[in-house]
């Protein structure tokens, strides 16, 4: 099963994420800052991370940075703020602007090799 880490620091929208995705058969992981995320990429191993960048602790962009100096976790970004090009040169895999559709966040998950189970 693909373990997807959701980093958001809205409980709203994690909990949307999470349904929708254990809806579709994937396996959630939940972080609502930029500690819980990075500790959880070293620990939990996910698959794949969703990350927002406006997190209460440091940026998603922080966070982004750390976990690419020892992991290549496919990372997508979903924010409110379009800095696609900044989320890229650090290491993002894909980028999805807030409100995300379910068929785009799908997409992106299977443009980087975690598809639907």
Known sequence: MTRVLVVDDEAPM????QIGLRAQGYDVLIAADARTAVEAC??????????????????G????????????IPVIVVSIVDER???VALGAAAYLVKPVG??????????????AP
């Open 102 to 115: 379910r068929d785009d966040l799908l997409g992106a998950l299977q443009s980087v090799g975690a598809p």
């Open 42 to 59: 070293r620990d939990d191993d996910p698959d794949v991370m969703l990350l927002d960048l406006g997190l209460p602790d440091r940026s």
């Open 61 to 72: 962009f922080e966070v982004l940075r750390e976990v690419r100096e020892w992991s290549r």
């Open 14 to 17: 994690r909990r949307a994420l």
């Open 85 to 87: 090009s900044r989320g």
